[in-house]
């Protein structure tokens, strides 16, 4: 890469603060990077992608090259200014060895080099370095190629000159170690989704992606995809929404600093009727919210709702209408996106993903409601559109408030609040109990004579479960099926106030939450739909890890007398090579049995290969990126079929709907 800036004079070993060594990462590396799967593999990436986005911030770095090698390896290069390389005067060696090898120290921490990072738990590169087999770093400063190598967090040798450039920047190539990671197989789709997001989070920047293992299919090797957004946020709204029919096709957007605070936002409205809000914090998508998105919330209910009180016209449709305005209203068929940086992020919640800075709030509120108003007064068409959308959510939610209080009536009437068809468990501790929802009563039945009836409770479900992605609120509180599971689990509504449709799971009824349905394509498709109504209507169930996705065998082999369930096609292709040495099924005494459904196994079937916690096949379902899921839910349950067709049509084999 091109070396298009000066180099910084005052970024030196100086700006390099220690705050603790490296001990315990190889014993205890969950506790670092969140798990040893897949999901801590790709963290590495982001960890070492995260230095460079710092640069980037600062000014200092325009291009980013991610490779994920033939080796598995991934190799990160950037236009930056070069991790120091002069010796450390507290340690009294290389500052590129301290960043490399001491936990907790870098440039972040001191607010000359760096006013806002990333990165959440700031563990850094000395992290991904202490996880691999092998590291190699390379730093293009002063003309100079610097270099160290490792082996597992150790350095092989000092930092050395091994070559001159005219390059600018750091490049850094690691091997994740397999004793370690469960896998270390990259996914190219994960990488992808967060460099994508990372392009949209900070305009300009060019992010060029490449894969040079060889294609499974193709044998192709090389890859790539290029990731850049000259216009950030307003180009990441536009992605999100693009499955939705827009109200008015403008972006309202804002860029400024508040109180020392940058501040970014791009907000579209659509005809759909769920509020879609992507918040982030120093590139950090916090998936709980925080102080930011309580300032944004408050902004807009206070500007919208002063433009409607001061138009007469407008006003005069409201008081037409009878009903009161609730801040809610304000936001269906929103989608929005809110990036602000703050030097000093406290972060908290489940996830140790919401903001918890108190002043934020306030310079997001000052920011959001003048841009919003000058929009407004500016375009009167699209203030009136949206003003008319806000009369019609808040009779939608009236409507809803109603059907909601008239099945709790019913229910009440009828005793105890809990469905007919609830085959509930004997214990009531909710800490050691599940519930599993089962598709149709032929299955239901199955579920409930297999079952262990101390810990499990059994929920049929019967008839078309509801698609909420295409209706008002109040549909969804009317449909049988939908209130049938809500008042199993006990998630209420409304606890906070009468017109406050959030979700309170302080009273959930069960620990796990069960999807259990075929395994075929209807299956699937119901498992997507009440996938959907959790997710638009009871986030924090997935959030808190209750919602989870049973697997039933796809076929039952059986060679003489050996027999197993295969849940997958190549389980099976393995049995046949294990016991028929390549020959086809129904030869040589190996016969398979497809299973079609849930009903056609008998009790005693279904504990044993879906219900049974010792040898069952449970799938989480996690939201690890709230805008992904968001676009994905939008696109597969919408309107639009052309994005759905060639979804199914790359992901139909391997798709993991969990992610």
Request: charged residues 25%; aromatic residues 8%; negative net charge.
């Amino acid at each position: 890469m091109a070396d298009n800036q000066s180099s910084s004079s005052n970024y030196s070993a100086s700006n390099i603060q220690v705050l603790e060594g490296l001990e315990a990462v190889r014993k205890r590396p969950a506790m670092y990077i969140g798990d040893i799967s897949e999901k801590g593999l790709h963290h590495l990436v982001n960890e070492t992608v995260d230095n460079s986005i710092d640069e980037a911030m600062a000014g200092y770095c325009t291009e980013i090259e991610v490779t994920i090698n033939a080796d598995e390896s991934i190799t990160v290069e950037d236009n930056g200014r070069g991790i120091p390389v002069d010796e450390h005067k507290k340690l009294h060696k290389s500052a590129l060895e301290v960043v490399m090898t001491v936990l907790h120290a870098g440039g972040k921490f001191d607010k000359g080099s760096y006013k806002v990072s990333g990165g959440l738990h700031g563990v850094g590169v000395s992290c991904v370095n202490a996880l691999s087999t092998h590291m190699t770093s390379q730093v293009y400063r002063d003309g100079k190629i610097y270099q160290q190598e490792y082996e597992k967090g150790k350095p092989l040798y000092p930092v050395k000159v091994v070559g001159t450039t005219t390059k600018r920047g750091t490049r850094q190539q690691f091997w994740p170690d397999p004793t370690i990671f469960t896998t270390t197989h990259y996914q190219w789709d994960i990488i992808a989704r967060r460099m994508r997001e990372l392009a949209y989070l900070n305009a300009g920047i060019k992010i060029t992606l490449t894969d040079m293992r060889p294609d499974p299919e193709t044998g192709k090797a090389g890859r790539q995809e290029v990731f850049h957004a000259k216009d950030g946020l307003k180009e990441f709204v536009r992605y999100v929404d693009r499955h939705r029919t827009h109200l008015f096709d403008d972006v309202i957007y804002l860029k400024t600093e508040k109180q020392g605070v940058p501040i970014e936002v791009a907000i579209m409205y659509n005809t759909d009727y769920n509020e879609n809000l992507h918040s982030y914090v120093n590139n950090i998508n916090t998936i709980e919210g925080g102080t930011h998105v309580t300032g944004f919330r408050i902004a807009l209910t206070r500007t919208l709702k002063n433009y409607a009180d001061n138009d007469p016209q407008i006003k005069r449709e409201i008081e037409k209408s009878k009903i009161e305005i609730a801040s809610e209203d304000f936001r269906e068929g929103l989608t929005a996106v809110i990036s602000i940086k703050v030097a000093e992020p406290q972060f908290e919640g489940q996830t140790k993903t919401k903001l918890g800075n108190s002043e934020v709030s306030g310079a997001v509120q000052q920011a959001v409601g003048e841009a919003l108003s000058n929009y407004l007064e500016e375009h009167p068409n699209e203030a009136k559109m949206i003003c008319n959308k806000v009369i019609l959510a808040a009779q939608a939610r009236v409507a809803a408030r109603r059907a909601r209080e008239s099945v709790q009536r019913k229910s009440f009437m009828s005793g105890g609040g809990l469905p007919g068809k609830l085959a509930d468990c004997s214990l009531k501790d909710p800490k050691d109990t599940e519930i599993f929802l089962v598709e149709g009563d032929s299955a239901g039945g199955s579920a409930k004579q297999g079952r262990d009836r101390f810990h499990q409770a059994i929920l049929p479900l019967r008839g078309k479960i509801l698609n909420v992605e295409k209706v008002q609120r109040h549909r969804v509180f009317e449909a049988e099926s939908v209130m049938n599971i809500i008042q199993s689990i006990g998630v209420r509504f409304g606890v906070d106030g009468e017109d406050d449709f959030e979700a309170n799971i302080d009273k959930l009824r069960y620990d796990k939450i069960i999807i259990m349905t075929d395994a075929d394509v209807d299956g699937s498709h119901i498992d997507t739909l009440i996938m959907t109504l959790f997710f638009r209507y009871m986030p924090k169930v997935i959030e808190e890890g209750h919602l989870y996705i049973a697997t039933p065998p796809l076929y039952k082999c059986t060679y003489k007398k050996v027999s197993e369930y295969c849940y997958t096609d190549q389980q099976r292709q393995a049995f046949l090579d294990k016991y028929g040495q390549g020959t086809e099924d129904g030869k040589n005494g190996i016969h398979t049995q497809r299973y079609k459904g849930l009903g056609e196994m008998n009790p005693q079937q279904l504990w044993e290969t879906t219900m049974d916690p010792k040898n069952r096949l449970l799938k989480q379902v996690t939201i690890e990126n709230a805008a992904e899921a968001d676009e994905i839910f939008s696109m597969l349950m919408g309107d639009d079929v052309e994005p759905r067709r060639e979804f199914i049509e790359e992901n139909a084999t391997y798709a993991n709907i969990d992610a």
